[in-house]
């Protein structure tokens, strides 16, 4: 999921608020102090990682290990640091690598191989390395989200395709990611690269930005900052983000429940996201980090996702909380793009992004 994604809500922002983990140190790491005995495992992660207190106090209690989360940023900073450090990692385990990212983690070499316990549970067609150096952890789809009331206030239907987000009724209205620095702005992307296919993308870009996209570096400035629907401030009724944000919306938006979200998904703009977790080459404490990694694939954390990440735990044998599949918007029609042409056009479609939009 993104993931990344309206998974570091706070009570702050969106009206919503996840709340942040305690025991934060002044070098922006988090540790989980529950427990004695043992010694760290350090679990490197994006900034939209959130996990209950207690479940990380139950890993502690079951395998003596004390969990510190160290954050690096976006999945897409998270990766680049990962390689730039491989052999001498931060960590022992890296949470996050998302299929749009993943090719370039594996061929640098940056994971060692571990079948992690559980991963029978998972659908194969989630596992997407077959030398097993990486776990299928979550899934998110990404989309198009928008302000429902922002939309109803003007008599105006919101966008439901890519087609129709370049049409002159929705100009200035659309908040993107950096495709080079986000895992959903990639994401996005590559949606984009799947429905016009590689000779159409770049005329639908310009399109997108003469019709006025704005692109911003991170999923939080684009949520909590620029689009309406969060609650603060923000003047962008259109954002990229999850099909899984709607839920959130709801579930810290106050005790009542609606009978639907305040923000809707634009369902023909989707991006299927697998985000996953490997043991570091080179890690300090491999012992520790396979011990959770068996965890995170375990259904105590799996089934703690939801309502923390906003996204879909990978094992099929999960159970999704009531207020997660009265409100989450089902995706059919998902836009896709084989890993294997992830890997061979990433960066070339990156860079051409790049210069068609930003620069």
Partial sequence: ?????????????????????????????????????????????????????????????????????????????????????K???????????????????????????YEAAGLDQVPAELRLDDEQRVTPMDTGDICVN?????????GLEPPQTLQELAEPEYADLLVVQNAATSSPGLGFLLATVAE???????????????????????????????????????????????????????????????????????????????EFAGLLDGAANPEGGRALLDFLLGLEFQEDMPLNMFVHPARQDAELPEEFTRYAEPVENLREVAPAEIAEHREEWIDEWTDLVVR
């Avoid at 684009?222 to 603060?232: H, I, K, L, M, V």
């Fill in 1 to 85: 999921m993104q993931r990344s994604s309206i998974r570091r809500a706070s009570a702050a922002l969106l009206a919503l608020g996840l709340g942040a983990l305690t025991a934060c140190g002044s070098d922006g790491s988090d540790s989980s102090d529950e427990g004695s005995g043992g010694s760290e495992v350090v679990l490197v992660t994006h900034e939209s990682f959130l996990v209950s207190d207690e479940v990380l106090a139950a890993f502690t209690e079951e395998t003596g290990f004390r969990v510190k989360l160290l954050r690096a940023g976006d999945a897409g900073v998270m990766v680049n640091q990962a390689v730039l450090s």
């Fill in 87 to 113: 052999g001498n990692p931060q960590g022992d385990v890296l949470f996050g690598v998302d299929n749009t990212l993943l090719s370039r983690a594996l061929d640098e070499g940056v994971f060692e191989p």
């Fill in 146 to 154: 928008y302000d429902r009331a922002y939309f109803a206030e003007r």
């Fill in 196 to 274: 016009f296919g590689e000779d159409g993308w770049a005329d639908y870009w310009e399109r997108l930005r003469e019709n006025g996209v704005e692109v911003v570096d991170g999923w939080e400035q684009a949520y909590n900052e620029r689009f309406s629907g969060a609650g603060q401030g923000g003047d962008k009724p259109l954002v990229v983000s999850y099909a899984t944000s709607p839920p959130a919306g709801v579930v810290y938006g106050g005790d009542e429940r609606p009978d639907e979200a305040p923000t809707g998904v634009s369902t023909e703009t989707c991006f299927r996201q697998i």
